[in-house]
């Protein structure tokens, strides 16, 4: 059994999960009812078969008069995995999406969606995708009800479920209004509901909750994870990395149209060599950090805030900096140990990549 | 590969059909034109007919003509110019696409669709002008002026075609718009410019309007360049008329409506070829 504290992306607060190593377990935050996931780090394997990946690319190219958006990119998915796809902007994350789903015409790079390959077997593989677009439209003079019934004909999928979807969404109130006069964040709804016409395995959005408030946010990560406990394939791009956090279980993170980085949330941490950080409350620091403190080894980074030490460090230094702590007869309210982030990965990634170029 | 499934054209079809059919710059268009036919089913046979308010058809079908080489292609090229640009360009192509549908079927989907408000428009309009005459002169000439409609929907097929793969070509919405003005004009204007090129070979305005005077070839032959054109010879074949406008004709033995429908037919399948490789090879 691993003992964990992460934050929570919504509330921030903290709370300690249990598990095996390797272990993928479900969260919902006990004080706002976010939910969530975390896989716990250990050895993960991967097989290589066909049928286990929802997707794979391999060598993926696509220019556009002569300027590389799209370079030489290969990762696969597996069936039932959450992959978040992680860049700046311009870094080719839609052009990388078009392409798999062959909305792009690419200059090379074999693409298979479910094990069909959407050039070969162009309907096969489009039967198996919901697809959310980074910018959502639909048809100005019809309503939602009429826009879904379309979709699922194309799908061929039962009409039934409309209502519920478009519920699902909140948009029960807006059932005979055109969607002319839908806003950002409603046509964003709009087109999540009409990524869940038919039950397809695999689901493709293209930042899932931009444009949203944050109710919705919860909402949309809620059914993310809903879709994939039910067994669905879900990658998405985002530039919320704390969603991606908690969400996913494998990240790639590309810059200027090449991957710079391919691998879980845990190992990419731990790659990059950034630590957890220790959050010491101690009642009566008033901001000074006590000098016993300064002079333990393996210390990276000390910083404080009012009567709260903010601490990066290994973990040996971290057993020396309570053990020390408590010796000296500080009062101590509260330990806690945050998880690094991916931003700070990412960021730092990022930094790293356009430093050599 | 070849297999294409028609209930994707059909509901691809519906879709169009009823998004363009709420809205409200084509209904305005609509309205406009089914007021100018009642009005000109009044007029012409009031001019005609002396006192009787309401003339006869071929009058009548005169002064149609005029107002559908007018306003059809207009209603067309209004549906067609950016169905595949200015959908291209919002995002909604991009969803559409990514269900189990192929291009081939989107296309031909959207042709019925559109040509389906097209047909909706010509049948109120003509079908109220039709019902006046019928009312007041008799339906004797019945199936001639069923014909008119059936020309006056491949009119507008011709020009849907023509602005389908206009915005199939053009990249952004506002390309395709200038396409489809630049489309509009060059119907508009095309009868001027071979009337030009008849006067600069040597033609007087005075000879032209002799009574009589034999047309050169080329002139008749110029009708097959212009989809406009061909309405308008295959309508007066239609009808056996050989005045109108004011011009006495005498249309070559080659003229024959059946020509003129098959050069309508080409006029229709070649842009909505070339609408096809535009369409598959662009990025959406
Ligand atoms: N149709 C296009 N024509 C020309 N260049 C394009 C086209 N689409 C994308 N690009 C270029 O390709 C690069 C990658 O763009 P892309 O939209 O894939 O980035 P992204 O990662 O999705 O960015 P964002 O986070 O801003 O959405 C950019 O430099 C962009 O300018
Ligand atoms: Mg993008």
């Given at each position: 059994m691993v003992d964990k504290t992460i934050m929570c992306p919504n509330c921030k607060n903290n709370l300690t999960i249990q598990g095996q190593p390797g272990e993928k377990i479900y969260i919902t935050c006990p004080k706002c009812d976010t939910k969530g996931k975390f896989t716990f780090p250990g050895k993960t394997s991967y097989e290589t078969t066909d049928d286990s990946y929802a997707l794979k690319i391999e060598g993926l190219t696509k220019t556009f008069n002569g300027f590389k958006a799209v370079d030489n990119i290969s990762f696969s998915v597996k069936k039932g995995e959450i992959f978040g796809f992680l860049g700046p902007?311009?870094?080719?994350?839609?052009?990388?999406?078009?392409?798999i789903l062959g909305l792009l015409h690419v200059d090379s790079g074999?693409?298979?969606?479910?094990?069909?390959?959407?050039?070969?077997?162009?309907?096969?593989?489009?039967?198996?995708?919901?697809?959310?677009?980074e910018r959502v439209a639909f048809y100005d003079n019809l309503t939602p009800i009429q826009t879904l019934n379309f979709f699922c004909e194309l799908q061929g999928a039962d009409k039934s479920i409309i209502r519920g979807l478009l519920n699902d969404v909140g948009l029960s109130d807006a059932l005979d209004r055109k969607v002319g006069g839908f806003s950002k964040g409603m046509l964003q709804l709009l087109g999540i509901a009409q990524t869940m016409i038919g039950k397809t395995p695999v689901y493709i959005l293209d930042?899932?909750?931009?444009?949203?408030?944050?109710?919705?946010?919860?909402?949309?990560?809620?059914?993310?994870?809903?879709?994939?406990?039910?067994?669905?394939?879900?990658?998405?791009?985002?530039?919320?990395?704390?969603?991606?956090?908690?969400?996913?279980?494998?990240?790639?993170?590309?810059?200027?149209?090449?991957?710079?980085?391919?691998?879980?949330?845990?190992?990419?941490?731990?790659?990059?060599?950034?630590?957890?950080?220790?959050?010491?409350?101690?009642?009566?620091?008033?901001?000074?950090?006590?000098?016993?403190?300064?002079?333990?080894?393996?210390?990276?980074?000390?910083?404080?805030?009012?009567?709260?030490?903010?601490?990066?460090?290994?973990?040996?230094?971290?057993?020396?900096?309570?053990?020390?702590?408590?010796?000296?007869?500080?009062?101590?309210?509260?330990i806690k140990t945050i998880e690094p982030s991916l931003e700070e990965a990412f960021m730092k990634l990022i930094f790293k990549d356009d430093e050599v170029k | 590969?070849?297999?294409?499934?028609?209930?994707?054209?059909?509901?691809?079809?519906?879709?169009?059909?009823?998004?363009?059919?709420?809205?409200?710059?084509?209904?305005?268009?609509?309205i406009i034109f089914l007021l100018l036919t009642i009005l000109a089913s009044y007029l012409a046979g009031g001019q005609a007919g002396g006192e009787d308010a309401f003339g006869g058809m071929e009058d009548t079908v005169v002064s149609l003509l005029s107002i559908s080489t007018l306003l059809i292609p207009i209603i067309a090229i209004m549906l067609g110019y950016s169905t595949i640009s200015g959908e291209a360009e919002n995002g909604s192509l991009s969803i559409v696409l990514t269900y189990p549908v192929k291009r081939i079927e989107v296309l031909i989907g959207k042709l019925f669709g559109l040509g389906s408000v097209l047909i909706f428009s010509i049948v109120v309009g003509f079908g109220a002008g039709g019902l006046i005459i019928a009312a007041t002169v008799g339906a004797s000439e019945g199936l001639a002026y069923?014909?008119?409609?059936?020309?006056?929907?491949?009119?507008?097929?011709?020009?849907?075609?023509?602005?389908?793969?206009?915005s199939s070509f053009c990249k952004k919405r506002v390309t395709s718009i200038a396409g489809g003005i630049v489309l509009f004009f060059w119907a508009m204007i095309y009868g001027m410019i071979i009337f030009g090129i008849l006067l600069a070979s040597g033609v007087s305005f005075e000879q032209f309007l002799t009574p009589g005077f034999a047309y050169p070839d080329w002139l008749f032959a110029s009708v097959f360049f212009s989809p406009g054109d061909t309405y308008q010879m295959a309508v007066m074949q239609a009808f056996d008329v050989s005045q109108a406008f004011g011009f006495t004709m005498e249309i070559p033995e080659y003229m024959s409506l059946g020509l003129l429908v098959f050069a309508q037919f080409i006029w229709l399948t070649i842009p909505l070829i070339l609408a096809y490789r535009f369409f598959k090879r662009r990025d959406i």
């Open positions: 902007n311009g870094a080719g994350k839609t052009t990388t999406i078009k392409s074999n693409i298979k969606i479910n094990g069909y390959d959407i050039k070969k077997n162009e309907i096969e593989a489009k039967r198996s995708i919901g697809f959310l677009p930042e899932p909750m931009g444009g949203l408030d944050p109710r919705w946010v919860k909402v949309v990560r809620d059914r993310i994870i809903n879709l994939n406990e039910q067994g669905a394939t879900i990658m998405f791009s985002s530039h919320i990395l704390s969603e991606v956090q908690t969400l996913c279980d494998k990240v790639v993170i590309i810059n200027k149209g090449k991957i710079i980085a391919k691998d879980t949330v845990e190992n990419l941490n731990k790659h990059l060599k950034i630590r957890p950080r220790l959050e010491i409350t101690i009642p009566g620091l008033n901001g000074k950090i006590p000098e016993i403190i300064k002079k333990i080894d393996g210390i990276e980074s000390i910083d404080i805030k009012n009567d709260v030490l903010f601490i990066t460090c290994d973990s040996v230094a971290r057993i020396n900096i309570i053990s020390e702590i408590k010796d000296k007869g500080f009062e101590v309210k509260d | 590969m070849a297999i294409i499934n028609l209930k994707s054209i059909y509901s691809v079809a519906k879709k169009e059909f009823m998004d363009n059919l709420r809205n409200k710059w084509i209904i305005a268009m609509m069923l014909s008119f409609i059936a020309l006056t929907i491949m009119l507008g097929f011709m020009y849907l075609s023509l602005s389908i793969c206009i």
